[in-house]
């Protein structure tokens, strides 16, 4: 199914060496063990890279600083700087990407199967408004990547009809599920044995598709993501490298839409999060 998924990537000009990625980051370590709430909000899951200590921004955040992709080891030392700089040259990013995270318009929550939870009369009023805001924008969109449950696909399905000719990608990734144990906890959410399930493949989905451009890209780009609140919520943590056990503090309305910008430096900022100013009150939900 990944690989399936990294072709399809490739199809739309995109794919940047993502597999890779992707594949990497399904090895998962040890989940935190026990101790008290102090500790364990100290000790993040191994999958999400995250570390004890935060406040410096990790310039390598996405392993994709050009020095880390240069074997030194190989360096001639009769060229000496020169043909380091040049070696660096070619790692860089040139191009800004922009990330379009949506979520799923309202839906039927009460349907016994996943097939069933389709979107509302309401929901697809959302949809409509949010894929005639992106048209709107003006943008040429590069490609639409969505989750494959049924919310997702309907949403993505009703958007598309305002951007016609975008590619569009599906893929279970991003299909929702509950990221990492949340900070402060909450007596209602999961044993930590879906964190650990769910976690690796949205720590996968981050890996995969948010980082700096690959080097190869000469334009800036411009590409959608529709998917779920929880997911969303997650990668913005992890985007900022603000603490990922944060993710339930942020809420996000259906149809919402939040912008993030990852220039060629590798550094990363949010430019909307949750934005639903173009719909009106009354079609305004977050179920």
Same mark, same amino acid.
């Given at each position: 199914?990944?690989?399936?998924?990294?072709?399809?990537?490739?199809?739309?000009?995109?794919?940047?060496?993502?597999?890779?990625?992707?594949?990497?980051?399904?090895?998962?370590?040890?989940?935190?063990?026990?101790?008290?709430?102090?500790?364990?909000?100290?000790?993040?899951?191994?999958?999400?890279?995250?570390?004890?200590?935060?406040?410096?921004?990790?310039?390598?955040?996405?392993?994709?600083?050009?020095?880390?992709?240069?074997?030194?080891?190989?360096?001639?030392?009769?060229?000496?700087?020169?043909?380091?700089?040049?070696?660096?040259?070619?790692?860089?990013?040139?191009?800004?990407?922009?990330?379009?995270?949506?979520?799923?318009?309202?839906?039927?929550?009460?349907?016994?199967?996943?097939?069933? $939870?389709?979107? @509302?009369? !309401?929901? =697809? %009023?959302? &949809?409509?408004?949010?894929?005639?805001?992106?048209? /709107?924008?003006?943008?040429?969109?590069?490609?639409?990547?969505?989750?494959?449950?049924?919310?997702?696909?309907?949403?993505?399905?009703?958007?598309?009809?305002?951007?016609?000719?975008?590619? $569009?990608?599906? @893929?279970? !990734?991003? =299909? %929702?599920? &509950?990221?990492?144990?949340?900070?402060?906890?909450? /007596?209602?959410?999961?044993?930590?044995?879906?964190?650990?399930?769910?976690?690796?493949?949205?720590?996968?989905?981050?890996?995969?598709?948010?980082?700096?451009?690959?080097?190869?890209?000469?334009?800036?780009?411009?590409?959608?993501?529709?998917?779920? &609140?929880?997911?969303?919520?997650?990668?913005?943590?992890?985007?900022?490298?603000?603490?990922?056990?944060?993710?339930?503090?942020?809420?996000?309305?259906?149809?919402?839409?939040?912008?993030?910008?990852?220039?060629?430096?590798?550094?990363?900022?949010?430019?909307?999060?949750?934005?639903?100013?173009?719909?009106?009150?009354?079609?305004?939900?977050?179920?």
């Amino acid at each position: 199914m990944a690989f399936r998924q990294a072709l399809q990537l490739a199809a739309c000009g995109l794919a940047g060496g993502s597999a890779a990625v992707l594949f990497s980051a399904v090895a998962v370590g040890k989940p935190r063990g026990g101790g008290d709430a102090d500790t364990r909000a100290t000790e993040p899951p191994a999958w999400t890279g995250a570390r004890a200590g935060r406040g410096v921004w990790d310039t390598n955040w996405d392993r994709r600083e050009p020095l880390s992709l240069v074997n030194l080891k190989k360096r001639n030392v009769e060229s000496g700087e020169d043909e380091l700089t040049s070696r660096l040259d070619h790692y860089k990013a040139k191009a800004t990407r922009h990330i379009f995270l949506i979520r799923h318009s309202q839906y039927h929550v009460d349907g016994s199967l996943e097939k069933d $939870r389709t979107l @509302t009369p !309401l929901g =697809r %009023e959302q &949809a409509e408004l949010t894929g005639l805001r992106l048209a /709107s924008l003006g943008l040429k969109f590069n490609k639409i990547v969505h989750s494959s449950m049924t919310r997702a696909v309907e949403t993505t399905d009703i958007i598309s009809k305002h951007l016609p000719g975008v590619c $569009r990608v599906s @893929t279970d !990734l991003l =299909r %929702e599920g &509950a990221p990492i144990e949340p900070d402060p906890p909450v /007596s209602h959410w999961k044993p930590e044995a879906v964190y650990y399930e769910d976690g690796a493949r949205i720590e996968a989905a981050f890996r995969n598709y948010i980082h700096r451009a690959d080097a190869r890209q000469e334009e800036d780009s411009y590409e959608i993501f529709i998917c779920h &609140a929880n997911v969303i919520r997650y990668i913005v943590c992890r985007a900022l490298q603000f603490p990922p056990e944060g993710w339930l503090r942020l809420s996000l309305n259906n149809g919402s839409i939040t912008h993030l910008v990852i220039r060629p430096n590798g550094r990363v900022a949010l430019r909307t999060l949750g934005d639903t100013g173009f719909m009106p009150p009354d079609k305004i939900t977050r179920s």
